[in-house]
């Protein structure tokens, strides 16, 4: 890959840099987030979905603090009320 693959962009006031390679593109933003468009490595695709967990989107929150802390309670006693 040489140089004129590699381009800076404005989006929104940030500075993206864009990488063309070979049938796909690499769209990297200052924070650290990757795009990636086309036919990038399988690879690559299956790095990403070794990190990911289903389970955390799935993750629901119950209610206010004191709810939480009843619940909690309720468990650890094992009872009904």
Known sequence: MNDR???????KGKKLKVIKHDGWTETIWPSGFVRRE???????????????TPRASRLRHRGSPETLIALAQKEETGGAS
């Open 38 to 52: 086309g036919n990038y490595p399988e690879y690559m695709e299956h790095e990403f979905y070794a990190r990911c």
């Open 5 to 11: 693959n590699i381009k800076f962009i404005n989006y």
